[in-house]
């Protein structure tokens, strides 16, 4: 009984992991449609802001739960009023813009930091006893921080006036603005929302991955193939594609060995698109949000 609840709550830990790395992706393209290639590397900076801030002297959980999106968020607001506003509508460009815009974080923070792995978080909270086996209490941390945060989400674009009008506005943006909405302010609070989050996950995740300024190639994969098998819905295609793969990926990995587990992921999703070229919530859960 003990193996079978150290095994459910790994499996648990990879979805909601799974998730977390997603959901800022999920926030930016599922609602924006823009394809952000340097995901990873808003990820792998709200790593390094943890990083720097410990160094510093700055509490973990003040770095990783408000420095980390803060500092993120502002950086995406800037990256869309530089760079993601001149392209709206244009994916190609928008896909090219993002993938450069990726390399140039990665060297800038190479350039700054080093290539070299910089490991200096430990994860807080220590270990917590099931039965004769144990498990990390910061992972168990980490599930009750991504449930929390879907929460807050859905929460924000469902029973808020800012949600309401940014799903009208990305919805038809025309007339959206010919009511009044400033549209201009919408897409870049939409765009910082969804760069504060994944700053947030890249934060979360620094005490367990490490800090690498291309750490984000192992996060971008991941993202994407979880958002577009869950399909057009940002929260429902979220969680479904996370649970589905995430769990294909736990079992796999617990029988098999990461490696198994991770090319089992890659053909589930592969199968699943074949099917469902849609996603998920593009055949089931339409409505949802």
Known sequence: MDLVVAVLFQLIYGIANLALISLGLAIIFGMMRVINLAHGEFLMLGGYTVLVATNAGVNVWIAMLILAPLVVGIIGVIVERLLIRWLYGRMVDTLLATWGLSLLLIGLVTSIFGASTATTISAPLGIIRIGSYSASG?????????????????????????????????????????LGVSTTRIYMITFGLGAAVSGLAGGLLAPVTGVLPTIGSIYIAKAFITVISGGSAILAGTAAGSILLGGINGIFSFITGPTIGEVALLVAAIVLLRLMPRGITGRFFRKSL
Request: glycine fraction near 4%; hydrophobic fraction near 55%; avoid cysteine.
């Open 138 to 178: 910061y992972e168990l941390f980490l599930i009750g921080v991504t449930a929390a945060l879907f929460a807050a989400v859905y929460a924000t674009l469902k029973l808020t006036k800012l949600g309401l009008v940014a799903r009208a506005t990305m919805q038809n943006p025309e007339m959206s603005s010919a």
